[in-house]
């Protein structure tokens, strides 16, 4: 993905416990990238499932593959960065196109 791009991440979460739990989920991105909400707070039904979703704007590359985690918390279980992805970054392509006029 260029660097500059806005991109959809989806994050679904299960909730173990037969109780309704709240859960935390806050992404852990590389230095210089931006997500739109970073933290989502959310209640789960008992032994159910959700989904959230951010909007990441993708950052200078520090490396070519960038690694994004969701740190998860649900109820009092700390689960940590608990699941992954990993985006291929490339550098903005130029339009190079060049219209003469007569």
Known sequence: ?????V???VVTLSNPLPLPEKAVVRLVLPVGWVAVPDVVTISLPPSGQEEIEAEVTIGAPAQRRARLAADVRIGDLHLGQHAEAL???TE???DATVTRQP
């Open 87 to 89: 985006v291929d970054v």
């Open 92 to 94: 903005p392509t130029v």
């Open 7 to 9: 991109t959809r991440f």
């Open 1 to 5: 993905m260029p660097v500059g791009t």
